[in-house]
């Protein structure tokens, strides 16, 4: 079962984490004695990258890289916290690169434990410091905005509660969908319980398993779901309404709403990427990383996925909200690597 298999992984990598000690290992202060990347010409290297992204979402990318800069890539695609896991298990011994994680907890869960290398100055300056590694060696590549989305035809914004804490009010039984399998909600739980506390969000937990939230497998089946007017609202990524809209047609009744004063219900995650310290190719990795950050690499996200694309100049689809007008919590990414707890948490109360 899915559920079983995220709690292994979890388990693995609270273990290794565990293993490695809670503070970051030292960075090598020289390179490597072998031959490097820089030494090879472009069409020789080969880049081996463990993706936690799709490969139909990430592919196109990879081969518009290759075709630009004749470095092949090689890539591993996976769960996100089923490939972290993989790179602590490997260590020094990984054949990976660079990793592209699908959210800032499973990278900073390889920065804990030392494996991943420092980034130059002028790539992390690419990016607000918000949506990037405090140790300086990871980098978000694009946004990812929890929402209540909501029927237009049931209701208005101004219906919805200020606080995502707000829809364990009565009047909100029966009426919303949610989908506790999903990486992203695991991911708005572990920062509610930053937030909020772990008393806090196990009672919110409760409240909505109280109130008959309705379980979903996939976000996707949420917004179908707020579209037919099977339940109101439903708490899913900003994207899936734009991907269905595209699929679909603009005229669905729904729309995103963005819960304000910093409430953990607007919680910003990254897609984002790190160098193994142990990478063969670092170069050739750091040349990856700059064009997923060119304005080529951030305009794929934007118009392909409706993504924020997070270096400047590129913008987001206009449908959007900007991102510096959504009031996300004052949280550090790199602390949301507790995915043990929150699955934990989530099958203590009956979510899972």
Known sequence: MRVQRNMILAATLAFILAACGSQP???????????????????DQKLVV?????????????????????????????????????????GANSPADLFFAQDAGALGALSAAGLLA???QATLDA?????????????????????????????????????ITGFV??????????APTNGSFQAFVTAMRQQ????????????????????????????QAVAAGEIAVGFVNHYYLYQLQKESGDSLPVANYYPGQGDVGALVNIAGVGVLTSAANP?????????????????????????????AGVPADPRLRPLDEIETPALDLNTLSDLQGTLKLLQDVGAL
């Open 25 to 43: 290992a030292a960075q090598p202060t020289s390179a490597p004695a072998e031959p490097t990347a820089a030494s090879q010409p472009a069409g």
């Open 118 to 120: 420092q980034l130059p």
């Open 283 to 311: 170069q050739a990795a750091q040349e990856l990383i700059d064009y997923l950050l060119s304005a080529e690499g951030q305009t794929y996200f934007a118009e392909q996925t409706f993504e924020y694309p997070l270096a």
């Open 50 to 90: 463990y993706s936690g992204r799709s490969e139909s979402l990430v592919a196109p990318l990879f081969e518009q890289f290759t075709a630009t800069t004749g470095i092949q890539v090689e890539a591993r695609y996976g769960d996100t916290a089923e490939l972290a896991a993989t790179i602590l298990e490997e």
């Open 196 to 223: 909020l506390g772990e008393e806090a969000t196990r009672e919110w937990i409760e409240g909505m398993l109280a109130n008959e939230t309705k379980t979903y497998e996939r976000n996707t089946a949420i917004v």
């Open 127 to 163: 990016v607000e410091p918000r949506f990037r590694s405090s140790q300086d060696n990871w980098v978000g590549i694009s946004g990812r905005a929890r929402v209540v989305v909501y029927n237009t035809e049931q209701l208005q914004e101004s219906d919805l509660p200020t606080s």
């Open 169 to 178: 009010a009565p009047e909100w039984k029966g009426r919303m969908g949610w």
